[in-house]
Every structure is written in structure tokens, then in C-alpha cells.
């Protein structure tokens, strides 16, 4: 066999992804208010671009807290009553923009009151205490470890080893903390801030403390009998003593909220006028681009080489995002339609009336990739009659019903949700009891799919449901 180097032609196709081609699959994930900032950005690097109809009003997008539009989702996607749109959307695309609608929309949202931060909070009141400057140094590296939640996870042997000072110093630091406002904050899991919640507030209740450290595993079951016989109390004693421990903040980050507010502008607004569904795409507040008619003329002058070739990819640029833009706007208004035709029912009766559906579905009807479903529906928010959802809400799997067809997942999560609220406390319902019922709407489903659902929903059995039940009040 001989071996060596050799020179050969071979030929092959692959798909090569070009700067602008990459920068339209791009643009299909982005909300309206990303592609917002993106088109500002491009503005200010490529002067081939310009905007127009700065001359016309345009009503600034109204707009929606982030917090807002999930605590809607979770209480069962009521309808929302408090939302006007006046606003009729062209589907050909924006006729104008308004520099002054969309510096107030900016500075709206900048502006966005914002109080003091945990951390700020906190050293402020460490201010006050008597302590070292070392000390206080210390408590400076503790706090900003702080997580959301109120926890400091990190090793303190490590945080000992790079502050070079002994770890009961940092204890003795992070006690302070501790006993700070929110109290509890700093500890490093749910058990450790009970604990600390508890000793300061019910100092002389031993009984709550051992509960805490050794038993609260036990009471998540609601395990009442064994923690009473290990306590050495009575089950009615076990029963007040988890109610102390439910005025108790098992994250105590969240009972001092010092972040800014998060927005959601709908991408896109749905209207049901007569039997018919208008789609409005929500982006008329965009600027509108176009082409710089001088640097463009200059294409056909003589410049160097280095320039000419420049505002060549300037404008080539310029071109390509003007097609992406508008070519989002089409994919999007089409894939809404067609989430549309498939979810009718929803749009027309609500939740319970939700079906099926997949990217692949949307994807064959209107004969485009998958890949591109998913990107398009991905940051876009909706406004419907019952609600503000994710576009990506509306696709789930399902289960067999009895006439052998399917149901949503997420309807048969409403109607566990809503059976389970409407039942008789004193006597909850079994997952078999669910089933029954379920059967009796005709949806098949096994009791262990019930007991799944239940799960996701953090609807506890129903033996602890009638247990914590005696809680309440």
C-alpha cells in the first residue's frame, strides 16, 4: 500500500451561513421590544440606514408587568377585563413611526419606579450596628452572595480561605445578618431560615425549634402522628405548631421586593368581531426603515476601493434587515392564523376548550421547518379574549378521550385544578375519584396520569389535602 500526500478534487454541497442569513433566523426569536433595541442598534452602526414618517403621531404600545401576566396565568387565565386596545394593526406592515412615542415608551420603562435593593437594605442597616471595618467588609462579600431567594449556597471554608480571616468571624458576621430585615436572610436553605425565623420570633417555644430541625421532612407529609409521638406531644399540639410555622417566609429575599418591574408588550392581538378573528400584529410603534438616499447615490460614484466596498456591505446589510424585518412580521402573522384555525375552540369558549397540538402540525400546514415554528413562536406574547399567554402555551400533548380522539394536557390540568377547587374540603377527592369523573366527560385517563398532573400542579393527595385543610383559619 503506498502511503503519501495527494492533491484530489471532490465535490460536495453544504449549506453555508452567511452574516445576514444568520442575522434573519435571528430575528424570528425576537420579542417586539428586542427587536426594538436591535433596530435601534443597527441605526447607529450601519449609515445606510434611515427612518421614516417621524412626522406622525403614533400611540405609544400599552404595557403589561411581566409579574402580572403569570400570576394571570396561574389563577386559571382568567379574563382579563382591565385591557383596551383601541388600536387597529395594519397587516401590510407599519405605516409610520413617532420618535417621541418611542422615547416615552423607553423612558417609561427606565423609569419604572424602583426601590431600594436587598443589598442596599442591608448594608444600611449593617451601617447602623457596631462592628469592625473588617467586620464589615465581611458582611459586604456575604450579602452580595445573596441569591434571589435569600439564600447564601457558597461554601463559607472557601470565602474564609480568600478573605484570609478565621470562619467564625464570618459567622459570627452572618449571624448579624441573619437577624437583619427580612429576618432569616442569608441562611443557606428553607430549614435553616425557619429556624432562624423561629428563634427570634417564638424565642421560648423549644418544641417549634426541634420540630424545625428535625421533623420538617415529616411535616411536608403532614405526618402528624409520627411527629407527635417523636415530640412527645399531642396531635392538636403538632397542628398549632404548623400553624406558627406557616406565618413563618420559607424565602425571605421575596418579602423585600427592590427589583424593577419586567414588562410584556402582546406581539400580537387577537379581536373576535362577529364569527371572525382579526390578527393584529403589534409593531406599528417600530421605526420604520429604509434606505439613505445619499449614501446610496454614492454607490455610484468613483471612491476607493476600501470605501466603495463598505458602504457596498452597508448596504447590502440595510437591505437584508428591511427583508428579515418584514419577513418575521409575514411568518408570524401566519403562524398565529394557523394557531388560530387549530385553536379555535379556545379562542371562541376558553381554556377547557384548548386542544392538542404540535410544532409539527403548524409546520406541515404551512409547509415551513419546524425549526422556524419554534423560533417564531419563541418571546412572542399573545393577547386574547381570556388572557395574555406565551405563544408556546398553545402547543401541548395530549390523551385518549373516549369518543378516540384526543385532549389537551393543559385542559385536563384546568379541570383537575378547578375539580379539586370545588371539592368538599372535609372530603377531597381520590386521583380515582378524578378519574371517574374525568370518564364521565369522556376523557380516558389512568390514575396514574391523574397522580402525575396532580403533581405538576402541586396539588397534594387527598389525604393531606384533608389534612392540611385543619390549617386554614
Known amino acids: 500500500m503506498k502511503l503519501g500526500n495527494t492533491l484530489s478534487q471532490r465535490q460536495t454541497q453544504k449549506l453555508v451561513m452567511t452574516h445576514d442569513l444568520r442575522q434573519s433566523i435571528e430575528l424570528l426569536s425576537l420579542s417586539t421590544l428586542e427587536l426594538s433595541d436591535k433596530i435601534q442598534n443597527e441605526l447607529l452602526e450601519n449609515p445606510m440606514l434611515d427612518e421614516v414618517g417621524l412626522d406622525e403621531k403614533q400611540k405609544m404600545p400599552e404595557l403589561f408587568s411581566f409579574e402580572e401576566v403569570k400570576r394571570i396565568e396561574k389563577l386559571n387565565h382568567e379574563k382579563s377585563t382591565d385591557v383596551n386596545w383601541q388600536e387597529s394593526y395594519s397587516l401590510e406592515g407599519p405605516k409610520s413611526y413617532n420618535q417621541e412615542a418611542s422615547d416615552r415608551n423607553q423612558k417609561y420603562i427606565e423609569s419604572t419606579t424602583r426601590g431600594i435593593s436587598l443589598e442596599e437594605h442591608l448594608l444600611s442597616q449593617l451601617r447602623l450596628i457596631r462592628i469592625s471595618a473588617k467586620e464589615y467588609e465581611i458582611g459586604e462579600v456575604l450579602v452580595s452572595m445573596i441569591d434571589d431567594q435569600g439564600f447564601i449556597k457558597q461554601d463559607l471554608n472557601e470565602l474564609s480561605i480568600e478573605m484570609k480571616c478565621a470562619k467564625a468571624k464570618i459567622l459570627k458576621v452572618l449571624k448579624i445578618i441573619q437577624e437583619l430585615d427580612p429576618i432569616g436572610i442569608g441562611a443557606k436553605d428553607i430549614q435553616e431560615t425557619l429556624l432562624v425565623q423561629a ?73 373576535q368581531i362577529g364569527s371572525e378573528f382579526n390578527i393584529f400584529i403589534n409593531d406599528e410603534w417600530l421605526p420604520k426603515l429604509s434606505i439613505q ?181
Open 199 to 271: 428563634h427570634i420570633l417564638y424565642p421560648e417555644n423549644v418544641v417549634l425549634h426541634k420540630l424545625i430541625r428535625e421533623f420538617l421532612s415529616d411535616l411536608e407529609k403532614v405526618e402528624y402522628k409520627k411527629i407527635a409521638r417523636n415530640l412527645g406531644v399531642a396531635e392538636e399540639d403538632v397542628s398549632q405548631l404548623a400553624r406558627l410555622i406557616k406565618k413563618l417566609e420559607p424565602y425571605p429575599a421575596t418579602l423585600h421586593q427592590g427589583k424593577k418591574v419586567d414588562y410584556v408588550v402582546p406581539d400580537v392581538v387577537v379581536k
Open 293 to 473: 438616499e445619499e449614501y446610496k447615490e454614492l454607490l455610484h460614484t468613483k471612491l476607493p476601493a476600501s470605501e466603495k466596498e463598505y458602504f457596498q456591505t452597508k448596504f447590502s446589510s440595510a437591505q437584508w434587515l428591511i427583508r428579515s424585518i418584514q419577513q418575521r412580521r409575514q411568518t408570524l402573522q401566519r403562524v398565529v392564523s394557523s394557531i388560530i384555525d387549530f385553536q379555535v375552540d379556545f379562542f371562541r369558549g376558553g381554556i377547557t376548550n384548548i386542544r392538542p397540538l404540535t410544532l409539527k402540525e403548524i409546520a406541515e400546514k404551512l409547509n415551513l421547518h419546524e425549526s422556524t415554528i419554534s423560533r417564531i413562536t419563541t418571546n412572542k406574547y399573545i393577547q386574547t379574549t381570556w388572557g395574555i399567554f406565551e405563544l408556546k402555551w398553545f402547543f401541548s400533548s395530549g390523551v385518549k378521550s373516549t369518543e378516540g380522539g384526543k385532549e389537551s394536557s393543559k385542559k385536563i390540568h384546568e379541570i383537575i385544578r378547578n375539580l379539586v377547587k370545588e371539592e368538599d374540603e372535609l372530603n377531597p377527592l381520590s386521583d380515582q375519584d378524578i378519574v371517574d369523573l374525568m370518564e364521565k366527560k369522556g376523557i380516558e385517563i389512568a390514575r396514574r396520569t391523574v397522580a402525575k398532573y396532580r403533581k405538576v400542579l402541586r396539588i397534594l393527595p387527598s389525604n393531606q389535602r384533608k389534612r392540611i385543610s385543619s390549617l386554614k383559619g
